[in-house]
């Protein structure tokens, strides 16, 4: 059974930083892609960033440069690393998982079954 666990949100200052963490059991991971995504209070979800099984990763444009996904594979983690935080980053992020899409669906909510209960972000002016 997969299992997606996330960890790391908290409150910041606009300008700081947060690292997220999803530990991940249950599955091959190496031939699985994982994503992370948020959703903010009356929006949609949206992809935030992921990471081909090959290490390929993508970012929405809104976080371009400023936040990093990576993975452990030696402890099975995902992590995304969030640098110069903004008031609009604020919301619940989740951690996704599931069998490669093609590379332009990584993005796409619903390409994954597979997911975390969220962590909260939020940054302040």
């Known amino acids: 059974q997969v299992q997606l666990v996330e960890s790391g949100g908290g409150s910041v200052q606009a300008g700081g930083s947060l690292r997220l963490s999803c530990a991940a059991s249950g599955y091959s991971y190496s031939v699985y892609c994982m994503g992370w995504f948020r959703q903010a209070p009356g929006k949609e979800r949206e992809g935030v960033a992921a990471?081909?099984?090959?290490?390929?990763?993508s970012y929405v444009d809104s976080v371009q440069g400023r936040f990093t996904i990576s993975q452990d594979n030696t402890k099975n983690t995902l992590y995304l690393q969030m640098n110069s935080l903004k008031p609009e980053d604020t919301a619940m992020y989740y951690c996704?998982?599931?069998?490669?899409?093609?590379?332009?669906?990584?993005?796409?909510?619903?390409?994954?079954?597979?997911w975390g209960q969220g962590t909260q972000v939020t940054v302040s002016s």
């Open positions: 990471i081909d099984s090959d290490g390929s990763t």
């Open positions: 996704a998982a599931d069998r490669c899409p093609g590379w332009w669906l990584l993005l796409r909510p619903d390409e994954y079954n597979y």
